[in-house]
């Protein structure tokens, strides 16, 4: 059975999908001006690059967004039909305004990417008004269903027009289709009217709000229920399900107990469990998740599972599992780009095969784009996600004022070489006969116990005054004063 939870009493809406019990998807409301994918702006043209083959666009945002050659030909380059494929400079000229979506969101370095080739999403479709072609959802198999959907659209839409059929049509008439159809063509005239008389870089569309967006996957998502912690988006839920969704079968609630709705069902100590690199599987096997700008890397290890029979068996079951729980941690933390798994060797061809198999299967619940390019010369299995917003880590966590983000601080014992250094330079250089130092209380106790506060007297004729502070960052230390008796009579006076 599948559950949507929808949280609604921290300071951003939440919501989280649960299938028996477990966590498999997970969404967070942002701000209007952090929820870009899917917005349509009218922008400027302000670099033209020719050796990239790319131009940057002005979409009012603090970075120029990116525009490859490739997303632009489909709204900009509908004059070269034949040849070979036109370069950035006949498309796009510097100062031009263009009609342009968000496809991909920024990063700390980068600006978004953007495409001309527009598409406004529904229930059943996604409309693209500027798209020439039809395509189904690869989920609906049927070829005599499929077949059926392209001679309807056929017949309604013009020849500029496309229509990316989604799973949803299959609960919709005919009647209903059509009727979303001409939708559509509405808003996307009202897209085209809101530009009008209008001076770039300015948002003419901006893709639904959370709920929304997930009550327009509604049949997708094969719910059974819906729990809502807030009574104001109950009622909300409830009058779209009955005039936008009266096929729904599934029951929905509205959760009143104590507790926060997310801890009652465990999803708070999951969300804890996708920010750390170690997951442990149920079998006593593990997975190492570090994720790095370029690529994922993604280590299998048997851990504490021994296995019943032989050790390639032992080795096959692991990976088989791993496979599996691989999916739902890139679908979870939105790990997108390269990535190589690391499962743990087989001899066997065929345990090989069906590995590379069951992840597949695995992966085709994923609704963001995946592919697998197979096994490496090393045995490494190499697989895409494409990128749309910001991973888990990206959203959850920022650098940290110690290590800056490595995960690692300097030792302990190069610390204290490097106050050793630096006392010489003051015995050499520096007249002074007091000197007052701050350290963590890690390294504070290390000295102590590996040196001993003797060692600093033999060693330095100054006068050393040594004391913990735990607000300095982890095992580091400060110099809090250097001078002689009468000016530090003078500075406690």
Known sequence: MKRLLINASGTKLQAALLDQHKLVELWYERSEDEQIIGNIYLGKVTDVLPGMEAAFVDIGLPKHAYLHVKDAIQGLGTHFQEGPLPTISQLVRQGEEVLVQVKKEGTEYKGPKITTELALPGKAFVYLPQGGYVAISRKIEDGEQRGYYKDLLAKHLTEREGVIVRTAAIQATEAELLDELEQLRTLWKEVQAEGT???????????????????????????????????????????????????????????????????????????????????????????????????????????????????????????????????????????????????????????????????????????????????????????????????????????????????RVLQHHIMVDKLHRQLKEYERGKHCEIISIALHPTLFHHIESQLGWSYWEDHFPMQLFWREDALLPDGTYKILYTGDDEELAKTIR
């Open 197 to 407: 008389g209008k001076k770039a870089p300015v948002c003419l569309y901006q893709d639904q709000a959370l709920i929304q967006r997930i009550l327009r996957d509604l049949s997708a998502l094969d719910l059974a229920e819906i729990i809502v912690d807030q009574r104001g988006i109950w009622k909300q839920i409830e009058q779209t399900l009955k005039l936008e969704h009266v096929h729904w079968q599934g029951s929905l609630q509205l959760y009143q107990g104590v507790e926060d709705l997310f801890s009652t069902y465990g999803v708070e100590r999951e969300i804890s469990r996708l920010l750390d690199h170690l997951v442990w599987l149920r079998s006593g096997g593990f997975l190492m998740i570090d994720q790095t700008e370029a690529l994922t890397v993604v280590d299998v290890n048997t851990g504490k599972y021994t296995g019943k029979s032989t050790l390639e068996e032992t080795i096959y079951r692991t990976n088989l599992e791993a496979a599996q729980e691989i999916a739902r941690q890139l679908r979870l933390r939105e790990i997108s780009g390269i990535i190589l798994i690391d499962f743990i060797d087989m001899q066997n061809q065929q345990h090989q095969t069906e590995l590379l198999q069951v992840l597949e299967r695995a992966l085709r619940q994923d609704r963001t784009r995946t592919e697998i390019m197979g096994l490496t010369r090393l045995g490494l299995v190499e697989m895409t996600r494409k990128k749309t917003i910001r991973s888990m880590q990206e959203e959850y966590l920022q650098d940290c004022s110690c290590c800056k983000g490595s995960g």
